[in-house]
């Protein structure tokens, strides 16, 4: 496109149907695709492939794409979103999720597809080692945590979000309709109750790892980091 660096995504999906239908809707969007059709060296079609981001399935033949994941990491920093499958357990997923930007379940929506691959390009292209710091914190997007005086603390995916949305609205109140809204696509009961979970647990984790910012309850308004 005109004036767009044309972002290219590597496709790691091992049935036919499925990558031919992901490459149609990525090309239609605008990207360049590339796909791996060849299961016997994966790790090296990926790394050769070197695309702006990689949507990688976790059930593949030969290696796992939970193993790929950290092999590839190891190598490279590029963006990767994990596709699930909803049958699998929700602390898989979140242990999964270690080193992976994102996760979508299948069946996904292609929309939703679209929106997280936007998002995740667009913070990967925004700042550098995808990180971002404020006062003695500082969050690591790739490897979902952050770190306090020299403590790094391992994330959930929701705490994740929920940080991350913080953060980028340092000095602002980020309402509880904004929360709920990032969520839930991540997780299959999030109602009102496990949001208030979601912050107390975080509340805990920077108290725990020396942190100086802390997130305000706002009444009726939402929550602030300050």
Sequence with gaps: ???????KICIVEDDPALRANLSE???NAGYGVVAVTDFGNTLNEILSADADLVLLDITLPGENGELLLHKFRAKKSTPVIMVTSRTMETDEVISMSYGADDYITKPYNPTILLLRISAVL???????GAASSYLN??????RG??????NEVSLTKNE?????LLMEKQGQIVT???LMTL????AEYLNDNALTVNISRLRTKLADSGCEATIETRKKQGYMLI
């Design 1 to 7: 496109k005109e004036g767009n660096h044309m972002n």
């Design 25 to 27: 809707l990525l090309t």
């Design 122 to 128: 667009k913070r990967s292209q925004g700042d550098s």
């Design 137 to 142: 914190l500082s969050l690591n997007y790739s």
């Design 145 to 150: 945590s952050f770190v306090c005086d020299g």
């Design 160 to 164: 994740m979000l929920i940080m991350r």
């Design 176 to 178: 509880r309709d904004e």
């Design 183 to 186: 969520l839930w696509d991540n």
